[in-house]
Structure formats: C-alpha cells, structure tokens
C-alpha cells in the first residue's frame, strides 16, 4: 500500500468509529414519553434543580447524546390512565347514606417540575402503583365533598360537584406530578329510595305535561283536520257545480253544432244520392249491355260444351254402369256366401245351446223331482210316525183310563184343575195398572177376585163339551157308591174295609 494512503484510511477508520459511537449514545425520545438524564455535564436546558442542589435533565420531544460513564438515560410514560373511583355509603350534610360511583383521567404533568417530580416519586414502580395512589387521593376527597352537600345539591348539579371534586384533588395530585384531565360523576345511588323518591314528583309532573301537551295537540289536529275536511268538501262541492255547469254549456253547443252539422251533412248527402243514382243508373244500363253481350257469347260455349260432355259422359258412364254391375253382382254373390255361411254357424250354435239347454234342464226337472220324492217320503214317514205316536198314546190312554177307573180319572181331572185355573188367571200378568170403581155395592174388588172363580165354576161343563167327560156325573157316581158302601151291615163293614181304588202312575203324552 502506498505511504500517502496510510493516513487518510486512518483519518477515515477513525471518524467511522466516532460516528458509530455517537449514533450508539444518542436517545430520542417519542411523543408520549419523557427522558430523565442523570449525572454530569447536564448543562442548563430543560435541568430541573431541587432544594438539595441534585439536578436532572428532562428532554421531550426530541433527542440527545447520553455521554458514556457520565451520564444514565431513563424513559417515563406520559400515557394518560382511566380510574375508577368509587365510594361506600356516606353520610351526605342531611345524614342520607349514599354511593358515589366517578371516573377520572389523569396523566403526568406536562411540564419540566411536573414531569421532576414524577419521576422522583414514581420512577422504578409500576404502573399500577401510580394508579393506586392517585385512586386513593381522588376517592378520599370525594367522600369529603360529598359529605358537605345535600342529596339534591348532588343530583341535580353534578357538575359543580365534580368541579369540586376536581378542584380539591387536583392540588395533592400537583404535589405527585400528576394532572386531572377530566373526572366525571358516573352514577349516585343510595339503597333507601332516596333517590327515587327525588325523581318521583318530577316524573309525575312530565307525565302530566306530556298527556297534557298530547291531549291539546290531538284536539287542536282535530280541529284542524275538521276545518280542512269542511273547506275540502266545500271546494269539492264547488268544483263539481262549476263542472257540471261547463259540461251542460258544452253538450248545448256540441248539441247545436251537431244540430247544425247533421243537417247540412243531410242536405250534402241527400244531393249526393240524387247525382250518384243518376251516375249509378248510366252505368247499370251500359254494364247491362255489356252483360247480355258476355251471357250470349257464354250460352253459345255452353251449348258446346253440353254436347262436347254429354258424348264423354255417355262413354264413361257405360263403362262405369258395367264396371259398377260387374262389382255389385262379384259384392253380392260374395254376400251372399257369406250369409249363408252365418246362417249356418248360428243354426248350429242356436240348435247346439238349445240341446244344451234342454239338457240343463232335463237334469234341474230330474234333481228337482228327486227332491221333491225325497221330501215327500220324509214328510210321510214323520206324518206316519207321528201317527203312530198318537195312536199309541191315545191307546195307552184309553188303557190307563180303563185300568184306572173312575176315582183315578177324577183325581187326573182334579189335579189339572190348577193348572187351568193358572191358564185362565194367566191374561192378568200382563196387566200394569188397573183402577177398580166401587159401585157403591161393595164389590169393587171382591168381583176382580170372583171373575176367576167364576170361570173355574164352568169348567166342568166346558170340559164335558170338549171332552165328553161328565166332571158332576162322575163325582155323584163317586159319591154314592161310597154312601152305598157306609150304610152296609157293621158286621160287613168290619169284615170287608172300604176299598178305594187308588190311582195309577198318569201315562205321560208324548209327541
């Protein structure tokens, strides 16, 4: 390397390594901060002096170079901090118990002795414990100034009393660098109903006003709405006069004019009628020539044509009348076949169903008559048999009557007269309720319990009619022939007992 480049490399290397050092020792300093320099050579701006003698230097806003082992560079917040504040119940001037709830802003003076002495009380602690201090200051003076005002001073001015809250704290808070930026009364509240009683006559009395008001502004919206609806009606009826007045002036002279119209409309057509009849006249007469022309010259081409038509039908319909004859005769012929055909398939299927029917029934005749037999032999052998039965029972009867004599034929006839007399009393049962008039005779009742007694009497003579068997007859012949045998000799009736002849087991009817 050349000897003249040695020094200015040095020269240079040398002013590096101060620029580098002055750049590592050079502070700046933010907005919202404060830098405390502390130590020697402090020089005299921004050097706050307390009574000791002990100087510091406080830059805002700026910068400086912090000289190495001479001097120490701190940073304090200047950020502003929201407290709440709050009070237990405190007895106010008038001795009501209440509760004050505030919220307070403070932050750190911005001045040189206020930012001294900030970092003199509060340089090294927390946040919190700045906070906690200014707390206790602002709660301790709002429970002083509340405690010199009433309840309704408090409520209904709440501004002077954080004014004064204010204004009292503000001066402790001075003497720790600390500011109030603002302090504002949040809620007050008590838990007697102080308060609310407070507010009661208030309440009630904006309520009055508010129906009050709303009562008059609805009335005066009445009237109001009232006298526009009145003068609506009078310009509605108003315009409709008006319209109806100009709409008859208009139809009586569109009437006139159209009066006046239609009649030289009349006049026009009635002349234009006369020259168009005449116009329309000319020309029938010369188109009724030029027609007869076109209708002669139209009958000579038809006249042709009829004859030109009447060869060329008579060709086609000849050839057509004998193609039509060969069809009809080929169709009828084919028809013909045809229906005999048919006719033969539904005379064998006529003759084949009526077999068949015949058959069906022959067969429903034969089941029928074999029913009917066999019917006819039961009902005959029943009747036989039931015949029997009865001519048996007549017959073991007509023994048991013989066998029995007349005693046993009494004591059936007698046995059965209760039954009968149940038989006879029987139409009674059915009888719900029976008013019974007493003639005056006594026998009202007593009759209702004779009329069976009454029919029982003829029952002898009823069963000689249906029976033929004398009940009385019996019963005299009965009757003598026991007399008969008391009035024999003693002797005779102490050898030979009388000897009723006892009945014998009734033969049970069978069916």
Do not use: C
């Amino acid at each position: 390397m050349p000897e003249y480049l040695i020094i200015p490399i040095i020269v240079v290397a040398v002013l590096v390594i101060l620029g580098i050092a002055f750049w590592a020792r050079y502070r700046t300093v933010s907005p919202d901060e404060a830098m405390i320099v502390t130590g020697s050579f402090l020089g005299s701006r921004n050097v706050s002096t307390d009574e000791s003698g002990r100087k510091i230097k406080i830059v805002r806003g700026g910068g400086a170079f912090i000289l190495p082992i001479f001097q120490k560079a701190e940073f304090l917040s200047l950020l502003s901090h929201k407290l709440d504040v709050s009070t237990p119940e405190v007895y106010t001037e008038q001795g009501v118990p209440v509760m004050a709830d505030g919220v307070a802003i403070i932050k750190i003076g911005g001045i040189v002795e206020d930012v001294a002495t900030a970092a003199e009380q509060f340089m090294g602690k927390p946040t919190e414990a700045l906070k906690s201090e200014a707390q206790e200051v602002l709660e301790g003076h709002l429970r002083a100034i509340l405690g010199t005002m009433t309840v309704e001073e408090v409520y209904r001015n709440r501004d002077r009393f954080a004014q004064e809250v204010q204004g009292v704290a503000a001066k402790d808070l001075k003497k720790m660098g600390l500011q109030i930026v603002s302090f504002t009364i949040k809620d007050l509240r008590d838990k007697h109903g102080y308060l609310d009683a407070l507010g009661k006559p208030r309440i009630a009395a904006v309520k009055r006003d508010a129906d009050i008001a709303e009562a008059e502004a609805v009335r005066d919206s009445r009237i109001k709405k009232a006298l526009a609806e009145e003068e609506g009606q009078k310009a509605e009826l108003l315009r409709d006069t008006n319209i109806a007045e100009a709409a008859k002036e208009k139809e009586l002279k569109v009437a006139a004019f159209k009066r006046e119209q239609d009649m030289a409309k009349a006049e026009a057509d009635q002349a234009y009628s006369v020259q168009e009849a005449r116009a329309k006249q000319s020309v029938v007469e010369e188109q009724m020539k030029v027609e007869l022309v076109r209708k002669e010259r139209e009958i000579d081409l038809e006249a042709k044509e009829i004859l030109r038509r009447e060869k060329q039908y008579d060709a086609e319909v000849k050839k057509k009348a004998e193609a039509d004859r060969y069809a009809v005769e080929q169709a009828a012929e084919a028809d013909k076949t045809k229906k005999l055909r048919e006719a033969d398939a539904l005379q064998y299927r006529i003759e084949s169903e009526a077999k068949a029917l015949a058959e069906q029934k022959r067969l429903d005749g034969l089941a029928i008559a074999e029913a009917e037999r066999a019917k006819g032999t039961a009902e005959a052998e029943v009747i036989r048999l039931r015949g029997l039965a009865e001519a048996e029972a007549k017959e073991k009867l007509a023994q048991a009557f013989e066998s029995f004599g007349e005693a046993a034929i009494l004591d059936i006839i007698v046995k059965m007269l209760p039954e009968l007399a149940g038989k006879v009393a029987e139409p009674m049962k059915g009888i719900d309720k029976l008013t019974v008039v007493d003639t005056g005779n006594g026998e009202g009742a007593a009759r209702l319990s004779n009329y069976v007694t009454s029919l029982m009497a003829t029952a002898p003579e009823m069963l000689k009619n249906v029976s033929g068997i004398d009940v009385n007859s019996l019963m005299k012949s009965l009757t003598s022939k026991v007399s008969g045998t008391l009035t024999a000799p003693a002797a005779a009736a102490s050898e030979l007992p009388v000897q009723i002849p006892q009945p014998a087991e009734p033969v049970e009817k069978k069916e």
